[in-house]
């Protein structure tokens, strides 16, 4: 059984993904840890299907305030590359995707699925689960959701706003507030 605690290590990872350019390359969360980036790490049950297009859709509307934020953000499902690649030059409008600003990570052995304790071993696809992880490989954050629930991309940046304060923040904190 998987233990993932916020506050501990975060699993490393290196997966096969599609680029923001539609080419084939690799993610690792060390790579993104040298470079000093929050990583938000974001799985997701299976391509073509309803609810997974509007997340990651919305996770790319809003790239560039995670960017701001020195964060990078990796999608990830069970799908092949090539999978990815179909739905990315699918547009959105006949239920692809089109155009990401960021990879789509391709865990087709299910491993990181497993580390991150969201693979659904029967079917084989990963829970919506998604992992804030700090520069130093830390993780800060996580929750899952039930597959038929998409997540609200303003609060996973609140979330990040909060925790990159490194300070106390109460309920319903909003960026620009006080901190306690």
Same mark, same amino acid.
């Given at each position: 059984m998987?233990?993932?605690?916020? +506050?501990k @290590?975060?699993p490393?990872?290196?997966?096969?993904?599609?680029?923001?350019d539609?080419t084939?390359?690799t993610v690792?969360?060390e790579?993104?840890?040298?470079?000093q980036?929050?990583t938000v790490?974001?799985?997701?049950?299976m391509d073509f299907?309803?609810?997974c @297009?509007?997340?990651?859709?919305?996770?790319?509307?809003?790239?560039?305030d995670?960017h701001?934020?020195?964060?990078e953000?990796?999608?990830?499902?069970?799908?092949?590359?090539?999978?990815?690649?179909?739905?990315?030059?699918?547009?959105?409008?006949?239920?692809?995707?089109?155009p990401?600003?960021?990879?789509?990570?391709?865990?087709?052995?299910?491993?990181?699925?497993?580390?991150y304790?969201?693979l659904?071993?029967?079917?084989?696809?990963?829970?919506?689960?998604?992992?804030?992880?700090?520069p130093? +490989?830390?993780?800060?954050y996580?929750?899952?959701?039930?597959?038929?629930?998409g997540?609200?991309?303003e609060?996973?940046?609140?979330?990040?706003?909060?925790?990159?304060t490194?300070?106390?923040? @109460?309920?319903?904190?909003?960026?620009?507030e006080?901190?306690?």
């Amino acid at each position: 059984m998987v233990v993932l605690q916020v +506050g501990k @290590p975060a699993p490393k990872f290196k997966m096969d993904a599609v680029l923001p350019d539609k080419t084939f390359g690799t993610v690792s969360l060390e790579e993104l840890i040298s470079g000093q980036k929050w990583t938000v790490l974001f799985f997701y049950p299976m391509d073509f299907t309803f609810v997974c @297009p509007t997340e990651i859709t919305s996770m790319s509307d809003y790239y560039e305030d995670f960017h701001d934020l020195d964060a990078e953000v990796i999608g990830v499902s069970t799908d092949t590359v090539y999978t990815h690649l179909a739905w990315i030059n699918t547009d959105r409008d006949k239920n692809g995707i089109g155009p990401l600003q960021y990879p789509l990570a391709a865990d087709h052995n299910q491993q990181v699925a497993r580390k991150y304790g969201v693979l659904v071993e029967e079917e084989g696809i990963a829970l919506r689960g998604l992992f804030i992880i700090n520069p130093q +490989g830390e993780l800060q954050y996580q929750v899952v959701h039930h597959q038929n629930i998409g997540r609200d991309v303003e609060e996973v940046l609140r979330v990040l706003q909060a925790l990159q304060t490194g300070k106390l923040c @109460p309920a319903n904190w909003r960026p620009g507030e006080e901190t306690l």
